[in-house]
């Protein structure tokens, strides 16, 4: 009858208002999150990563224990392959790194300094060897003393460079230098210690979203690895992928038999620490 159908319409007239409403809210929300996620990126972008990645080319290799069974074959192979690569057209510098940063958690130990009590249970320090001229290729900047050079060879003391965070933990109201640290809690005749002549910037090691730990770098020459990355800045931070085909060139002139696992530019690194807030 007329009552019903006037009944039956109000009910769908009603549900439709609530419908319209839900959706309004919904979009509103939508809207509110997509903000905060575009703040979020927006942050993260503005993020200063510790270094520059413009105009550096990263190559990454490991050399093989069978054929590279001793320090002197794994030093002399990096020292030679730096060597031949800084001498390449184009290059400004070179180095290399065990670990390239935004890219890695790296390994990590306890902590003792010499002449203090024993650092609590949860102290973990990042640690990280590089060679010659990581932190000018990389333009992570000199705060204190000096960067490693020539005279930190493989029978030379044994030297530490750390950053700023680590100074801020374990050093706030003294000066770190000629300080002596080692890789362990608790110490004993066999530890070994070495001693800190510089600190640098701070670089960000695991991603941009996460603030820089403490860091310990020592020399490659004093504690030697057979995976590393070379970093190779470009002069006038022109196209690193230019010296790509030349980089590989050297190697493949050194050891036929090296496969180089990745080589990119720094830029195309650093931008991919932001690819899960880019993918959001």
Known sequence: NASGRTFTGGRVRKWGRQLVVAEVVLAVMLMVGAGLLLRSYEKVSRVAPGFDPNGVLTVTLGIPAARYDSAAKVLNFYSTLLERVRALPGVERAAAVRQLPV???SWTSGLAIQ????????????HREVADDYFRVMRVPLLKGRLFDASDGPDAPPVAVINQAFVKQYFPNEDPLGQRIANDRLTDSTTFWRTIVGVVGNEHQASLTQPPRPEVFAPFVQDWQR???????????RDPLALAQ?????VRELDS????TAIRPMTEVHAAAMARERFI
Request: avoid cysteine; proline fraction near 9%; charge should be positive.
């Open 103 to 105: 890219t890695f958690t």
């Open 115 to 126: 002449g203090k009590p024993p650092m609590e249970q949860n102290a973990d320090i990042i």
């Open 227 to 237: 995976s590393m990355h070379l970093v190779i800045r470009a002069a006038g931070d």
């Open 246 to 250: 030349p980089v590989r060139r050297v």
């Open 257 to 260: 038999l090296l496969a180089i």
